[in-house]
């Protein structure tokens, strides 16, 4: 199947893409996403989607803003929205690159150098903050010599950039207090300690909680540590795994408006075809608006996008009380879900792009399905 047809560029990262560029998004055996790289031994998703399983099948993510991708077309449909919302797809889910730093199984092995301001005990080294293990109680993770501040950190064998930190609550029962409240992030020079992050209010901990921050960092750095400030109460401090990013995002759907607009983007409960409103969702402002001259001479949005396959794209929103239907019937309540897109309803098919509509939540139907988005900070 063609690629999209931009006159952007297929990347291999994301972090060098253009307005217009795109970049292959796969589905590994594991069902973890990936970026780039080769598409063999994977199977490329029908336009159109598929209600079948697709582990092993890629898709297209064009660059439509900072720090936004949104793929060229629904990738599952087959599926309710309120089951995309128990699979934390609607408002998204956390993704990231690899961690960055290997498993360690001392302070300097397998690679990389280890430290901390102190340690408890062997059970309870600097390198357990980065072995992936949180059982065993107490262990596994690391903790101070009786202290309740101090700092962990991680010396690359290279200078590296790192975009986003993770930071992993222990499992004993004593770990939720000893977790860090206030932090400062930083990248050491050579010379000096930078700061690249400061957190405070890290409260109400859970064991194996991990907590995720991204930070704005375009400078590779040979060594990051996490300098802990205060605690949350405990007389000494601990940290269960301490993980390092490229960087991350999150992987989500659309926004739709919440009813159709009138022909002077006002709101309208009657209108069908003039987009949705408010007219800053991301259906209308990408989708509909992508620039025309971003677009390859001779092909359409329809080549872009594919949104008019006969599948509709399911979007955040719940409609305005009242917001009318595509037979003819009032309704837009709390069970409805707005989609955007043509699809097969009511046994007609709906070819305008800006066609704004909703469903029941509970709806699973081949007419409408799941278009991922992904958001990451970009400077």
């Given at each position: 199947m063609p690629v999209p047809?931009?006159?952007?560029?297929?990347?291999?990262?994301?972090?060098?893409?253009?307005?217009a560029d795109y970049i292959v998004m796969k589905v590994s055996s594991t069902g973890l996403h990936e970026f780039g790289g080769s598409t063999a031994g994977y199977t490329e998703t029908p336009i159109n989607g598929t209600k079948q399983s697709?582990?092993?099948?890629?898709?297209?993510?064009?660059?439509?803003?900072?720090?936004?991708?949104?793929?060229?077309?629904?990738?599952?449909?087959?599926?309710?929205?309120?089951?995309?919302?128990?699979?934390?797809?609607?408002?998204?889910?956390?993704?990231d690159s690899n961690n960055l730093i290997p498993v360690m199984t001392s302070n300097t092995s397998p690679s990389g150098i280890v430290s901390a301001s102190s340690a408890a005990?062997?059970?309870?080294?600097a390198f357990q903050a980065f072995d992936g293990k949180l059982v065993g109680a107490w262990k596994n993770v690391w903790y101070t010599n009786g202290e309740s501040t101090g700092w962990l950190a991680y010396e690359f064998p290279a200078p590296t950039i790192?975009?986003?930190?993770?930071?992993?609550?222990?499992?004993?029962?004593?770990t939720p207090p000893s977790s860090p409240k206030e932090w400062i992030f930083e990248g050491w020079d050579g010379a000096n300690w930078k700061q690249l992050d400061y957190v405070s209010g890290q409260i109400n901990w859970s064991a194996t909680q991990k907590r995720h921050f991204l930070i704005d960092n375009h400078t590779p750095y040979s060594k990051y540590r996490l300098n802990v400030l205060s605690n949350n109460g405990s007389a000494f401090l601990s940290i269960g795994e301490?993980?390092?990013f490229e960087f991350g995002g999150i992987m989500r759907s659309l926004t739709g408006g919440?009813?159709?607009?009138?022909?002077?983007?006002?709101?309208?409960?009657?209108d069908k075809n003039n987009g949705g409103w408010p007219a800053n969702n991301e259906w209308d402002k990408y989708i509909v608006n992508f620039p025309i001259d971003k677009i390859q001479s001779g092909k359409t949005l329809d080549d872009v996008f594919h949104w008019n396959v006969g599948v509709a794209t399911w979007c955040q929103e719940t409609p305005v009380n009242g917001m009318g239907h595509h037979d003819g019937v009032t309704?837009?309540?709390?069970?409805?879900?707005?989609?955007r897109g043509s699809a097969n309803t009511s046994g007609s098919v709906r070819k305008e792009v800006n066609y704004c509509n909703f469903s029941g939540s509970s709806i699973s139907s081949t007419t409408i399905g799941f278009r991922p988005v992904f958001e990451y900070k970009e400077a």
């Open positions: 047809a931009t006159t952007g560029q297929l990347r291999q990262s994301i972090l060098n893409m253009e307005i697709f582990l092993n099948t890629f898709i297209y993510m064009v660059k439509v803003d900072k720090g936004l991708l949104i793929a060229d077309r629904v990738r599952s449909h087959s599926v309710s929205w309120e089951n995309l919302n128990v699979q934390k797809v609607i408002d998204g889910n956390t993704w005990s062997n059970q309870n080294g790192v975009r986003k930190y993770v930071v992993t609550c222990g499992d004993a029962t004593d301490l993980e390092m919440v009813a159709n607009a009138d022909e002077n983007g006002h709101l309208s409960l009657i309704g837009g309540t709390t069970g409805h879900r707005i989609w």
